[in-house]
């Protein structure tokens, strides 16, 4: 009987340990003579999760390509696709196209299409409307259908 005793002892003591740490830690009691209780929070530091980097496989220019300029930032465009530079390397990433950018090609297989009453091309998820730049007919990229 002393053993059961002692076992139930032994394993009530870390419970009991454990409900006083989680009423500590829940909040913080100050007593003083002659003043009252004052209970208060205790503040802990929210720890904000760190966002992962974007991996990008790094992928080489194609034969041919056409450099195109938005806002002075370089842009490579070869059939629909478009590259910039990483930094500090000679390769380049996939990116989608900066609406504004314009292009002196459609790429191959654009599609027509009619939105309100005005004709615009379509290729993968990039929109892009005729323009005249210097009476050459070129391309503007005007949006996206799902980036």
Known sequence: MK????????AFVPLLFLAAANDVSAQVVVRR?????VRRPVVRPYVYPVAR???????????????????GNPYYY??????????????????LPPIGTIVPTLPKGANETMIDDRIYYQYESVIYKQVMVENIVKYEVVGYTNP
Do not use: D, Q
């Open 78 to 95: 070869s059939n629909g696709v478009f590259y910039v530079r990483i930094e500090n390397s000679e390769s380049y990433k996939v990116v």
């Open 3 to 10: 053993r059961i005793v002692k076992v139930a002892r032994l």
């Open 33 to 37: 003579p002659g003043v009252a209780v």
């Open 53 to 71: 980097p974007v991996v990008v496989a790094p992928v080489a220019l194609p034969r041919y390509y056409v450099p195109v300029y938005y806002a």
